[in-house]
């Protein structure tokens, strides 16, 4: 009993000690999911954020200083700091090693700082838009020198956080009188893959922060309780007015269909990335421990696949499957590929092709029967006996397509008012426009000449310039087009006087 009680006693106190360690609260009395607060540190404060600061490549970012530091090591080690991968460039396809970059990093970001501590960049460590939006880059000043200058680095969390867990956003997002960091805090949770534009990222978490927006990107998402890392802020639905699943209207799988929520905000969790330090170095090789590599490149030899294709119906019923068509390039001597309908799983190592020699790659087997999202799985290998690493998994390329219907596309639904104005009767379509308009008797709206392209529509006509023939075409997000629809439109008709007329 006695070593019983004694077991009993050191558990309580080691859990004693965890909420001790855990109880201070990094929100400050912040409520979840209430305005975003400015952050200042006249008082040091904020101290613990010093090493949160603004990104400056090509645009403005957030990064943060990693806590890298090994006790075991005498001798200056490198400065990393942590950011998104679009911070650095948006081409997918391309896991960035090692390579030189210009810009600076600015710590003591806050509001009543009068000099920000402004460092150099010197390479790109390690980046990635493919499965995950991280970035690594090394400082041109080391670790030691910047915590002697004050600069706090941040731990990344090596336990993956709950579901509902509190959590914190500091950023620098742009937009605001003050542009230096603020404090949102929130809930963290899960979130499936998700497709945004051309890049699809398969590791998530979801967060609803307020007051998140550009210049946001790269900003830690922070345990509220421990103030380690548990995320990165990537993207985000922050503005109404663009396609779903488009580049700003993230969307993310929600059953067996893909929407884009407005108000969420996605990061990629790095966890992931604990093993990947060694005595205050980034790994560069594949290790068991780091599933940064084996990184490899993929390009289109022309254009990138088409993110949209259509089953079409044969003469005989039967229907045509659309196919991937996708002629590319890739840094390895071979590659595999394989189709799948979530892109998880493609970090499966199940039902991967063959190892196919790159020479003239082209991949052209068959998408799918079904309307819905399919992905294209591109793993690079150097050899047809190379296996599935956990880092070539986790790096793989997954290509995004929906398969539409082959149904016709709808004609436009105007809104036409006296006076005459024409616009779109629903906002909420996500199409493109063409529109011309004229006399009735010359103008056809059958030809395809003098069509001009919109992706709104409003016009207004004084009675002056009426009678006129009013043609539109509508294409939906495959590039389909409907039949032209035909209104003439008379002085003061109103909507109910409007004319729809047949070509000619």
């Not at 990635?128 to 706090?152: H, W």
């Not at 603020?182 to 990222?201: D, F």
Request: net charge negative; aromatic share 8%; glycine share 8%.
């Amino acid at each position: 009993m006695k070593s019983i009680s004694f077991l009993l006693t050191g558990l309580f106190c080691s859990l004693s000690l965890q909420g001790i360690a855990h109880s201070q609260d990094f929100g400050e009395g912040m409520q979840n999911f209430t305005a975003s607060k400015v952050l200042e540190n006249a008082d040091g404060s904020h101290n613990h954020w010093r090493g949160v600061g603004r990104l400056f490549i090509d645009g403005s970012c957030t990064a943060t200083l990693l806590d890298t530091q090994d006790a075991s090591v005498p001798q200056p080690t490198p400065a990393y700091v942590l950011t998104s991968g679009h911070c650095i460039e948006k081409g997918n396809g391309n896991i960035v090693t090692d390579k030189p970059v210009s810009g600076v990093m600015q710590f003591d970001y806050f509001a009543d700082t009068g000099l920000f501590k402004t460092y150099a960049l010197k390479k790109v460590a390690w980046r990635s838009m493919q499965g995950v939006d991280l970035a690594i880059i090394e400082l041109d000043v080391s670790l030691q020198k910047l915590i002697e200058e004050g600069i706090q680095p941040l731990e990344l969390a090596r336990q993956k956080p709950a579901d509902g867990t509190d959590v914190l956003i500091v950023s620098a997002p742009l937009g605001f009188d003050k542009t230096t960091l603020r404090m949102a805090a929130c809930t963290l949770q899960p979130a499936r893959e998700i497709v945004e534009g051309p890049w699809v990222w398969r590791n998530n978490v979801m967060t609803r922060c307020q007051d998140i927006a550009g210049g946001s990107s790269g900003g830690p998402i922070l345990d509220r309780h421990s103030n380690e890392i548990i995320g990165v802020i990537g993207t985000g639905n922050l503005a109404a007015g663009f396609a779903p699943c488009d580049e700003h209207a993230p969307c993310t799988r929600v059953g067996d269909v893909y929407k884009a929520i407005p108000k969420n905000v996605y990061g990629n969790p790095t966890i992931f990335l604990n093993g990947c330090f060694v005595q205050g170095h980034i790994a560069n090789e594949a290790t068991s421990s780091c599933p940064l590599y084996p990184a490899f490149t993929v390009s289109a030899d022309t254009n990138e696949p088409a993110r949209y294709k259509r089953l079409k119906k044969r003469d005989d019923g039967t229907t045509e499957i659309p196919t991937w068509d996708y002629h590319f390039s890739i840094s390895t001597a071979f590659y595999r590929h394989k189709t799948v309908r979530a892109a998880k799983d493609c970090e499966s190592g199940h039902y991967y092709s063959d190892a196919i020699s790159s020479n003239d790659a082209f991949i052209n087997s068959e998408i799918g029967t079904q309307p819905g999202f399919y992905f294209l799985c591109i793993l690079g290998v150097d050899s047809a006996a190379q296996g599935a690493q956990v880092g070539l998994i986790k790096n793989g390329l997954s290509l995004a397509v929906e398969v539409l219907d082959d149904t016709p596309t709808a004609q436009p639904d105007l809104s036409i008012s006296s006076g005459v104005g024409v616009e779109l009767a629903r906002g909420n379509e996500y199409r493109t426009y063409a529109v011309k308009f004229g006399p009735l008797d010359t103008t056809d709206c059958s030809k395809d000449e003098q069509y001009v392209s919109h992706t709104y529509m409003d016009f207004w006509f004084p009675d002056a310039e009426l009678p006129l023939k009013f043609c539109t075409i509508a294409y939906d997000k495959s590039g389909q087009a409907s039949e032209p629809r035909v209104d003439v439109l008379s002085p003061a008709t109103g909507a109910q006087n409007a004319t729809r007329r047949s070509l000619r």
